[in-house]
């Protein structure tokens, strides 16, 4: 089954913990995101990779750490130092990174601090 | 700045009427615009890109410059359609794409 897989569908982080979000695809595209939403908020940018060994920050990347060691695999950690993590955030991936590419969405993962 | 503007949280319309979702953005240059959708319990997908003129699921929208906007629209809405919709704008070589807060569009039987 190809596409975009984002794992655990649920996490529960206490607080002053580090947590991380994987995301995995199997698309072959060199371009990953990840998003955070929020009710009332929409889709917010926190970081993006536009190639393997490369990312870049995105609106709201405090908190937040990611790495991109391999082509097909993002992960997003949740760092303490971020004030809200309770959200809903979204892996993403496109071919390449470009304007007319359709970026290809996660499930998400929910997680809640507790 | 580039930004997108989805006036409305919730549209709710009855089935066989004609349904728009607004979307106005802020860009300087051509912009690149696109219009996602999640049902429920589904995950968020591509409904259709300016770039391509096509109608997908009855859905069109046109983009229109100098009113710096980009509605959608179907003429009949029906159950299946209620879903919530982002309109996403690629910001160029110095930006990324951006999303709308999103409008929630209600079809009632």
Known sequence: ?114 | AQRVTQPEKLLSVFKGAPVELKCNYSYSGSPELFWYVQYSRQRLQLLLRHISRESIKGFTADLNKGETSFHLKKPFAQEEDSAMYYCALWGGSQGNLIFGKGTKLSVKP
């Open chain 1, 1 to 114: 089954d190809g596409g975009i897989t984002q794992s655990p569908k649920y996490l529960f982080r206490k607080e002053g913990q580090n947590v991380t979000l994987s995301c995995e695809q199997n698309l072959n595209h060199d371009a990953m995101y990840w998003y955070r939403q929020d009710p009332g908020q929409g889709l917010r940018l926190i970081y993006y990779s536009q190639i393997v060994n490369d990312f870049q920050k995105g609106d709201i990347a405090e908190g937040y750490s990611v790495s991109r060691e391999k082509k097909e695999s993002f992960p997003l950690t949740v760092t303490s130092a971020q004030k809200n993590p309770t959200a809903f955030y979204l892996c993403a991936s496109s071919i390449n990174w470009g304007g007319s590419t359709e970026a290809f969405f996660g499930q998400g993962t929910r997680l809640t601090v507790v």
